[in-house]
């Protein structure tokens, strides 16, 4: 076999930063002569990056690489690779790797650095488990991954320090640190002279950009900066903590070209009592005032936000503050779960765990006020043009086309079958209806 016949299938489970994390895999990858395939069974190397932040996803995972031992029976020269946070959970790999002996590569997230040498060790045949404790790693891995890719996320900063309570993110990620402005600007810039329309900046906490490390650049000021790169059509940016909400950072966002008109800003829960047993650091008041601010000065910017039930201790009466506040703020979408234990947490220990079903009773109640919710949002755009940024063919029917408008709101239309690649063109979508999570329309100008 010669390196280009080699395929690398590559799977990401969890956030933004863990598919990220799986781009810089597959570029190193790609460097001993792997070529992508997007078929597991013609595979020779499979790698996964996972996610341990719920019980749920950990399960998910664990069956997926179950799944694995049947191709690796077929195959004996499959390579697997486990990869990401849940391999970084403290005593975790221990077990996993004695529940999954056919995977032959397990490595958490501190030592990605190593990847390259990991999985040469590998591929030549070696057993390869390696675990370190945090480092303080701040380099992009593989920067130039994502090049010539229409949509590409730049980590801006790594780890968190927040330690809200129910979390196992700093754990897994390590202390806070920042990169270096000048070199998120440099493959800010490389991306987009390469194609890169559609920017999204990561970060556990984007609004602390700096200040740790002490920079004089902060996120309102780097946000100001990269809006500024040619090239860019559109920029985002996760997360946004509450309480580091810059009223700087709002004045940027109104006053920017490319900065997309939307913010996630998770609130979590909306009682008092609930937010500092978090360690969330704001109140419920404190969040009602940052998205007062923001309507103020910028008032197209539209919100998603994350929320947590059946927190330890949560009373009916604190679940109704985080009914009150998805009513009264207007989220055009929610990432609503149920709290998962994650050993070594705090949360994890604190009394008066809630029972499963009072926890599935209140996320089926807060599910049905946000998807009204959304979807009165998008019936609001039923008659308007929208300005939509074409992603490629949509998932559910490969003859409609699939993009965003500014506000993160999926748009599907009829391709106009002028055989025209509309792929990355800004396009204006009439839009005719509504549904909970997307709106459907019709083609109405190129722009
Ligand atoms: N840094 C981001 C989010 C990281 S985790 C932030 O602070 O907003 C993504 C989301 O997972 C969180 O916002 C939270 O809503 C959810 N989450 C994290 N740990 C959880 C747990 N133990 N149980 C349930 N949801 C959890
Ligand atoms: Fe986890 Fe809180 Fe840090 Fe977000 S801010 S990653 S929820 S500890």
Same mark, same amino acid.
């Given at each position: 076999?010669?390196?280009?016949?080699?395929?690398?299938?590559?799977?990401?489970?969890?956030?933004?930063?863990?598919?990220?994390?799986?781009?810089?895999?597959?570029?190193?990858?790609?460097?001993?002569?792997?070529?992508?395939?997007?078929?597991?069974?013609?595979?020779?190397?499979?790698?996964?990056?996972?996610?341990?932040?719920?019980?749920?996803?950990?399960?998910?995972?664990?069956?997926?690489?179950?799944?694995?031992?049947?191709?690796?029976?077929?195959?004996?020269?499959?390579?697997?690779?486990?990869?990401?946070?849940?391999?970084?959970?403290?005593?975790? /790999?221990?077990?996993?790797?004695?529940?999954?002996?056919?995977?032959?590569?397990?490595?958490?997230?501190?030592?990605?650095?190593?990847?390259?040498?990991?999985?040469?060790?590998?591929? =030549?045949?070696?057993?390869?488990? @390696?675990?370190?404790?945090?480092?303080?790693?701040?380099?992009?891995?593989?920067?130039?991954?994502?090049?010539?890719?229409?949509?590409?996320?730049?980590?801006?900063?790594?780890?968190?320090?927040?330690?809200?309570?129910?979390?196992?993110?700093?754990?897994?990620?390590?202390?806070? @640190?920042?990169?270096?402005?000048?070199?998120?600007?440099?493959?800010? @810039?490389?991306?987009?002279?390469?194609?890169?329309?559609?920017?999204?900046?990561?970060?556990?906490?984007?609004?602390?950009?700096?200040?740790?490390?002490?920079?004089?650049?902060?996120?309102?000021?780097?946000?100001?900066?990269?809006?500024?790169?040619?090239?860019?059509?559109?920029?985002?940016? /996760?997360?946004?903590?509450?309480?580091?909400?810059?009223?700087?950072?709002?004045?940027?966002?109104?006053?920017?070209?490319? /900065?997309?008109?939307?913010?996630?800003?998770?609130?979590?829960?909306?009682?008092?009592?609930?937010?500092?047993?978090?360690?969330?650091?704001?109140?419920?008041?404190?969040?009602?005032?940052?998205?007062?601010?923001?309507?103020?000065?910028?008032?197209?910017?539209? #919100?998603?936000?994350?929320?947590?039930?059946?927190?330890?201790?949560?009373?009916?009466?604190?679940?109704?503050?985080?009914?009150?506040? /998805?009513?009264?703020?207007?989220?055009?979408?929610?990432?609503?779960?149920?709290?998962?234990?994650?050993?070594?947490?705090?949360?994890?220990?604190?009394?008066?765990?809630?029972? #499963?079903?009072?926890? @599935?009773?209140?996320?089926?109640?807060?599910?049905?006020?946000?998807?009204?919710?959304?979807?009165?949002?998008?019936?609001?755009?039923?008659?308007?043009?929208? =300005?939509?940024?074409?992603?490629?063919?949509?998932?559910?029917?490969?003859?409609?086309?699939?993009?965003?408008?500014?506000?993160?709101?999926?748009?599907?239309?009829?391709?106009?079958?002028?055989?025209?690649? #509309?792929?990355?063109?800004?396009?204006?979508?009439?839009?005719?209806?509504?549904?909970?999570?997307?709106?459907?329309?019709?083609?109405?100008? #190129?722009?």
């Amino acid at each position: 076999m010669t390196d280009s016949d080699r395929k690398v299938f590559i799977q990401a489970f969890g956030c933004q930063m863990s598919v990220r994390d799986s781009d810089s895999l597959r570029s190193l990858a790609e460097d001993y002569g792997y070529v992508e395939t997007k078929e597991p069974s013609e595979a020779d190397l499979i790698l996964i990056t996972t996610c341990c932040v719920r019980e749920s996803a950990e399960r998910k995972i664990l069956g997926r690489i179950g799944e694995l031992k049947a191709l690796k029976d077929r195959n004996p020269d499959l390579l697997i690779g486990v990869c990401g946070c849940m391999v970084q959970q403290p005593d975790a /790999v221990r077990s996993y790797s004695k529940r999954a002996p056919h995977v032959d590569l397990w490595t958490g997230t501190f030592d990605y650095d190593q990847f390259s040498h990991l999985l040469k060790r590998a591929m =030549e045949g070696e057993k390869v488990i @390696r675990v370190s404790p945090d480092t303080s790693g701040r380099t992009e891995l593989a920067p130039e991954a994502q090049k010539g890719s229409l949509k590409a996320s730049v980590s801006i900063m790594y780890g968190c320090d927040n330690y809200c309570a129910y979390c196992i993110v700093p754990y897994v990620r390590g202390r806070e @640190r920042s990169r270096d402005p000048e070199d998120i600007l440099g493959q800010v @810039r490389m991306l987009a002279a390469n194609g890169c329309r559609d920017l999204t900046l990561l970060g556990q906490n984007v609004n602390s950009y700096g200040i740790k490390d002490g920079f004089k650049t902060d996120f309102a000021d780097l946000l100001k900066e990269i809006d500024a790169v040619t090239g860019l059509e559109r920029i985002w940016f /996760v997360t946004s903590h509450p309480k580091d909400l810059s009223d700087k950072l709002i004045r940027v966002m109104a006053e920017s070209h490319h /900065v997309c008109e939307h913010i996630h800003l998770p609130f979590q829960a909306g009682s008092d009592q609930v937010l500092a047993a978090m360690n969330r650091g704001y109140t419920a008041r404190d969040y009602r005032e940052r998205v007062a601010a923001i309507r103020r000065e910028a008032p197209q910017v539209t #919100l998603s936000t994350d929320i947590i039930v059946g927190f330890p201790g949560e009373t009916e009466e604190d679940f109704q503050g985080t009914l009150d506040l /998805v009513e009264q703020v207007g989220f055009t979408q929610a990432f609503t779960f149920m709290f998962s234990k994650r050993s070594g947490t705090r949360a994890a220990e604190l009394p008066d765990q809630i029972p #499963l079903e009072v926890k @599935r009773e209140r996320l089926s109640r807060l599910m049905e006020v946000q998807n009204r919710k959304s979807l009165e949002w998008r019936q609001g755009l039923v008659g308007k043009d929208v =300005e939509v940024l074409v992603e490629g063919p949509s998932k559910k029917d490969a003859r409609r086309l699939m993009g965003r408008t500014r506000g993160n709101d999926i748009v599907v239309f009829e391709d106009p079958g002028t055989g025209q690649d #509309l792929a990355g063109q800004l396009v204006h979508v009439h839009v005719e209806k509504a549904k909970s999570w997307t709106v459907s329309g019709r083609l109405n100008t #190129l722009s």
